[in-house]
């Protein structure tokens, strides 16, 4: 039985040398309502298309681990109640016991390798939560990007998260951490914190260029790209702060914890914003999804080169 399972387009881009990006499914059933889910993970897949790629959205359907859905699956998944949400430790288990599950920035990884896919785009990657020191929430992501050789494009850490611890865990893992086009490190939902970015790369070929000597290297692990958010799609750190520190006075109020965390913190913000901060999640996410295809084509013309 194969690993994974490309879609017919995905079998043809690997076949032909197309560029590839990779999108994950926790975004569309832990990340989003219905229907915004389906429309964004419709729109992100276009997107992808548009900017010369082939999109492989990953996920665990019926025990089968695909790279790459057709419409009528992602109609499923984005309308399926209680799908799994699959990390690094859940993500065998899911397929041993034929089950369906959306796979987390860590997975969508893990599934890219099995693929041969180089590049995956997303909105945010999971990272040191607020209070770790006493919860010891540190997402699966961050070791993930230390072991597994895909360059992540996502639009910075967000402010549920601890910045500076999130980087502190990546620099101990080896990760580099390159802001696209800027020195600090974008906020997600805003341009700009008031954090420096470990790594600045202004092109997409500097960035394929990286990921490609790593390998050469021999040095394990990907690259997380912190791809600011477009300027009129950004909301302000000012306007959100209060409305974090709400959210997360709320999931501690109902005891919230381990994976639901992430999930309620992002409906709540929702539910705060008045769906503001799924507009802007949705910009961020497309612009991510057109840089990640730029690299991956200038990765394809270093690997027919090499
Ligand atoms: N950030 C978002 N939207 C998301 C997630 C993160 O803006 O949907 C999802 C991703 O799939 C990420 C996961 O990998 O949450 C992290 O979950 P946790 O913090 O439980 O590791
Ligand atoms: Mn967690």
Redesign the pocket.
Known sequence: MPLITPSSEVATALKNGTPIVAL?S??IT??MPYPQNLEVARQVESDVRASGAVPATMAVMNGTLHAGLDDDQLVALAQAKGVAKL?RADMAACIATGGTGAT???ATMIAARLAGIHVFA?????GVHKGAELSFDI???LLELAQTPVTVVAAGA?AILDIPKTLEVLETQGVPVIAYGQNDMPA?WSRHSDINAPLRMDTAAQIAVAHHLRGQMGIPGGQLIANPIPQDAEISADILAPIIARAQTDAEAHNITG?G??PYL?QRIFELTKGKSLDA?IALVRNNARLAAQIAAELGTLHARA
């Not at 997303?122 to 999971?126: D, F, L, V």
């Open positions: 994950e926790t975004i832990h990340g990390s987390t920035v860590a997303t909105g945010g990657i999971g997402s699966a992501d967000k997600f994976k965390v992430t992002l999640n």
